[in-house]
């Protein structure tokens, strides 16, 4: 069966403009997770969606970052006005949603490189 | 604030010798769970250990996880060149978000 995919795979783009990257999850996974990864660094918690829930946005580092989801499918994070520190891997994240601690599978990420 | 420390941060050894990564806080955390993630690609979930104490052995590879559940360890006997990539701990604590270290790179040389 297919796994999370993201998109697009690698991103360049200039400081001050807007980007938006696309996970699409295992279907059926109700969880959602964004995560950062600078590079040869862990994993930084940016968002997380559960079901109909609130979204948990205590990782977004500033107001710049948004993410929605529509239903239990496809997420997007928008970034808005770049800045050279945004530079990293965008991981995203799915799961069952059944209960803590469970499996997260992960896509392999967008690499967004801010000029 | 970083709530796991992994250590060492990097790792380069010879094929065959044997390694321990360590994964320690001061937190107390419901579960611990390691992956391991290679060049280009997302982590890939090795084991979960959720008891204190436990021992989990995946063919090379044993997980421990602390008595009081703040710590873990991942030891690799006879390493393989195929083993070499970045591994990470992360820690669940509260409903399903995960705190994840800053990640271990091991490299093993032919």
């Known amino acids: 069966g297919a796994g999370v995919s993201q998109s697009p795979s690698n991103k360049v783009t200039e400081k001050g403009k807007d980007v938006e990257l696309r996970c699409d999850p295992i279907s059926g996974h109700t969880a959602l997770y964004w995560y950062r990864q600078r590079l040869g660094q862990g994993l930084e918690f940016l968002i997380y969606?559960?079901?109909?829930?609130?979204?948990?946005k205590s990782g977004l580092p500033s107001d710049r970052f948004s993410a929605e989801r529509t239903g239990e499918s496809v997420s997007t994070l928008t970034i808005q006005r770049t800045q050279q520190e945004d530079s990293a891997v965008y991981l995203c994240?799915?799961?069952?949603?059944?209960?803590?601690?469970?499996?997260?599978?992960f896509g392999p990420g967008t690499r967004l490189l801010v000029l | 604030t970083q709530l796991l420390e992994q250590s060492p941060q990097f790792l380069s050894i010879q094929e065959g010798e044997n390694l321990t990564v360590y994964c320690n806080s001061s937190s107390v955390f419901s579960s611990l769970q390691w992956y391991r993630q290679e060049p280009g690609e997302g982590p890939v979930l090795l084991v979960t250990v959720v008891t204190g104490g436990e021992v989990k052995k995946l063919k090379r590879l044993t997980f421990q996880f602390g008595d009081a559940r703040k710590d873990s360890s991942l030891h690799i006997t006879a390493a393989q060149p195929g083993d070499t990539g970045l591994y990470l701990c992360a820690g669940g604590k509260g409903a399903q978000k995960l705190v994840f270290g800053q990640g271990t790179r091991l490299t093993i040389n032919p």
């Open positions: 994240a799915s799961s069952l949603g059944l209960a803590y601690g469970e499996t997260q599978y």
């Open positions: 969606f559960q079901g109909n829930s609130a979204p948990d």
